[in-house]
């Protein structure tokens, strides 16, 4: 026990300690440094937020990107259902990153604000009033022990100059014994000067005893008054670093997406839809639609009919396949096997930077998936023509109607000579240009 506590005694010899006059100010100075950390928290997290929303913009801009090309492009069924699964994901996941933003902005630093303010007080002249008084706390509190201080240290300078003058004295009395020169009228001097300078000393030591007496009957009562005054800061700092700590768990708290129901389901229902992929109906569906499950009209002879126009062959209508049952998207005329992400983005870096910006979108507005034929069904517009002739669809994705029946265009004829169209029942489909004509 003896050894750590001699240890501790030089640790606080060498150390600027508390007690030391004016030293206090280290503890004054946490206030201004409370207040300062509480700016940079906010700070912290208004980056984060910055870096959250831009996370989620980015995944927003490649999920709409591979969306459209996904559907426009040549896979199909319900391998086409889990792939595009993938960019409901980034969809899903950039929502939650927005809310992530939005909870540190909205929530976090709103919080750290209100209690800033709340626990410091800015005063008119400059600083802070809880700085303030505990600045006037301490100075109270060490005045009667520094003004005791102040008389023992100038005691102790008299004492040691005593001392001094005393050993001076001393060695020129030795001196003028051992010199012929020196008078014994000169000895008696000297050795009087002796006198005189042990008696100095003897006062000033005893000076110097009763002003460190003084100042240490003084101590105790000047520490109990500091300790006062420092544990009203320390209550103010036990505010500040509970509630740092409550802040630090709510902002883990909205960070943290796996305590987030919605984050796991996402997860969930994407991994439902890939596993829901079947290839061997996958398979039938192209089959059905691409293959020798096909509807054919084999060639078989017809009687001429003067007042029936011929329709354009079937088999030349676009190749567009219909939706697919898991979406909502109507691939447009054309084959779909022509797009590509290369065909369509040559010009895509995969490159990645950290100062890359996600580039504006050029898709068009209605979520990117270039319907013009859903457009047209959700907004009522369109030309309204009149059937010339009975037609019967041969196809599922062909309409059927009788001469006199009147119906919506919502797309122009096409190079192959069929164009889209909706009936009053709200069914859509193809059907041959030259059967209807403008009201």
């Known amino acids: 026990m003896s050894g750590s506590y001699d240890e501790s005694l030089v640790a606080d010899d060498t150390m600027d300690s508390f007690w030391e006059v004016g030293n206090y100010k280290r503890a004054v100075k946490r206030f201004d440094d409370g207040h300062r950390l509480c700016n940079d928290l906010m700070g912290c997290l208004q980056e984060r937020a910055k870096i959250e ?40 996941v950039s929502e939650l990153h927005q809310d992530v933003k939005n909870n540190l902005m909205n929530d976090d630093v709103e919080k750290v604000k209100n209690w800033q303010k709340e626990a410091y007080h800015k005063q008119m002249i400059g600083g802070f009033k809880e700085a303030k008084e505990a600045e006037e706390g301490f100075k109270k509190a060490q005045k009667p022990w520094a003004k005791k201080l102040k008389e023992m240290e100038t005691a102790k300078k ?176 054309g084959d779909r096997s022509s797009v590509s992400s290369y065909d369509k983005n040559q010009a895509y870096s995969t490159e990645w930077s950290d100062d890359e910006q996600p580039a504006a979108y050029s898709g068009n507005e209605n979520g990117g998936n270039g319907n013009s034929f859903e457009d047209d069904s959700s907004t009522g517009r369109g030309v309204r023509v009149r059937a010339l002739y009975d037609y019967d669809g041969q196809e599922q994705d062909e309409l059927s109607f009788k001469a006199g029946d009147e119906l919506t265009k919502t797309e122009d004829e096409d190079e192959q000579g069929w164009c889209r169209g909706r009936l009053d029942n709200g069914r859509e489909g193809l059907y041959p240009a030259n059967y209807v004509e403008p009201i």
């Open 53 to 92: 929303k831009s996370y989620g913009d980015q995944l927003t801009a490649w999920s709409k990107r591979w969306r459209q090309l996904i559907e426009k492009g040549p896979q199909y069924g319900s391998v086409e259902r889990a792939w595009l699964a993938v960019m409901t994901e980034a969809e899903k």
């Open 158 to 333: 008299a004492y040691h100059m005593a001392c001094k003058e005393e050993k001076l004295a001393a060695a020129r009395e030795a001196n003028g014994k051992t010199e012929a020169s020196v008078t014994p009228d000169q000895q008696k001097k000297l050795h009087e000067k002796v006198d005189k300078c042990k008696q100095d000393v003897q006062k000033a030591k005893e000076k110097y005893e009763k002003s460190l007496e003084e100042l240490n009957k003084c101590t105790p009562q000047y520490m109990e008054s500091m300790e006062q005054v420092f544990d009203q800061c320390q209550q103010h700092e036990v505010k500040r670093l509970t509630f740092l700590k409550e802040a630090l768990l709510d902002i883990k708290r909205h960070l943290n997406l796996t305590e987030n129901q919605s984050y796991s389901t996402i997860y969930r229902e994407l991994e439902r839809t890939i596993l829901g992929a079947n290839t061997q109906e996958d398979l039938k569906w192209f089959s059905n639609n691409h293959g020798p499950g096909m509807h054919m009209n084999w060639p078989a002879f017809e009687e001429y009919n003067p007042d029936q126009a011929s329709a354009p062959p079937k088999k030349k209508k676009p190749d567009g396949a219909p939706p697919t049952p898991s979406t909502d998207h109507v691939a447009p005329p």
